[in-house]
């Protein structure tokens, strides 16, 4: 397509080889994305520009649906709003099982530095230099703090939810438990598994040990105590670990669940008073949303980097999102969400 991106349009640009923050080739690199809203109304007001989380898509309105239309936190009558499925997922972008540069295995280390390069480069590609508000939460959260700090683009406000810093030894092991699940999986095999019979058991299992992370103890314990009304012998809190299992290995693929785990272990912003500085020289104002039931990414921890930007000189303020869904909130709590995005 031209550089000129359409309304609700839908593309795939070709990044070509990129050079990994770990000094690896990314040989054929493409990057799927989507556009809502109005081109020429984001020419003069600015776009939009969000980035999903771990299992997310291009499709904000698959998981955003909620804050995205005329009047909306995710205004489309007077911006256009663009969203790119993040670099080593599994819905059209390159990831571990589509590359085309070599086995999955094989497949770059990638950081959320690599995922908020390919970003940029659409970016340019699309001719897009004015951005309105940028914003990402949990693994969008970290790689829209690794692109603010380096976008060519003018940022009036970025908002982070659900974010830290750098991915804390609690959160790896969360995350290595899911891929230590995926590897047990004898379909596994190293990421090099036949198409027609993928790990869906660790996949599934994976997920199940996700779930614990992404909600709070005071959720489980009001929602499913020891009640068992839905399966004869089986408690009804395992009942919906095994139904998010399942609905997971039915969109999402397991190579790309193992990489992309790995980029939220690698992130890491290293010292704030630099990662500010660059920010601040292109973000009007820099918001991040604790939630205050979070055991995934503690509220506190994005306290600590936002009152670590504000003393190295950034417009930077902190909000927090009050939940019994623990991490999940941002996914939730449409009304406390859309208050932030509107910066309310």
């Known amino acids: 397509m031209s550089a000129t991106a359409t309304a609700g349009a839908r593309g795939i640009h070709r990044l070509g080889t990129l050079v990994t923050a770990g000094g690896e080739r990314l040989a054929d690199a493409r990057l799927a994305w989507r556009i809502i809203g109005d081109q020429e109304a984001a020419r003069e007001h ?26 909306r ?24 099982r589509s590359w085309r540069g070599g086995p999955p ?18 970016l340019r590609h699309l001719g897009i230099d004015r951005v309105a508000l940028a914003a990402g939460g949990s693994l969008g959260g970290m790689v829209a703090l ?6 060519a683009c003018t940022v009036d406000r970025l908002v982070v939810i659900a974010a830290p810093a750098a991915t804390s030894a609690q959160a790896i092991a969360w ?12 379909r596994w095999r190293g990421g090099r598994y036949a198409a027609h019979e993928p790990p869906v058991g660790g996949l599934a299992a994976a997920r199940a040990i996700a779930m614990m ?3 709070s103890p005071a959720e489980f314990r009001q929602r499913f105590g020891r009640g068992s009304t839905r399966v004869p012998g089986r408690y009804d809190v395992e ?11 039915a969109r999402f693929d397991a190579a790309s669940y193992w990489c992309l785990l790995g980029v939220m272990d690698r992130h890491d ?11 601040a020289a292109r973000v009007g104002t820099v918001t991040g949303v604790g939630i205050d039931r979070d055991v995934l990414y503690e509220a506190r921890e994005v306290r600590h980097w936002v009152e670590a930007y504000r003393a190295a000189g950034a417009r930077a303020r902190y909000a927090e999102i009050a939940s019994v869904y623990g991490h999940d909130a941002f996914l939730i709590e449409w009304d406390q969400v859309a208050a932030i995005l509107r910066g309310d």
């Open 146 to 151: 690794e692109w603010a700090r380096r976008t």
């Open 175 to 186: 995350n290595a438990a899911q891929r230590l699940a995926i590897e047990a999986d004898p």
């Open 105 to 122: 295995d094989a497949f770059p280390a990638l950081a959320p530095a690599d995922l908020a390069q390919a970003v940029e480069l659409l």
């Open 213 to 215: 992370s992404y909600r």
């Open 73 to 96: 936190p995710l205004d489309t009558g007077r911006h256009a709003v663009l969203c790119a499925n993040l670099l080593g997922s599994c819905h059209g972008s390159t990831g571990p």
């Open 46 to 71: 600015g776009w939009i520009v969000v980035f999903h989380a771990l299992t997310g898509s291009a499709d904000v309105t698959a998981w955003w649906g909620p804050l995205v239309g005329d009047g």
């Open 239 to 249: 009942h919906w670990l095994r139904r998010h299992g399942e609905k997971l290995v």
């Open 269 to 279: 912003l290293g010292d704030l008073r630099t990662a500010a500085r660059a920010t």
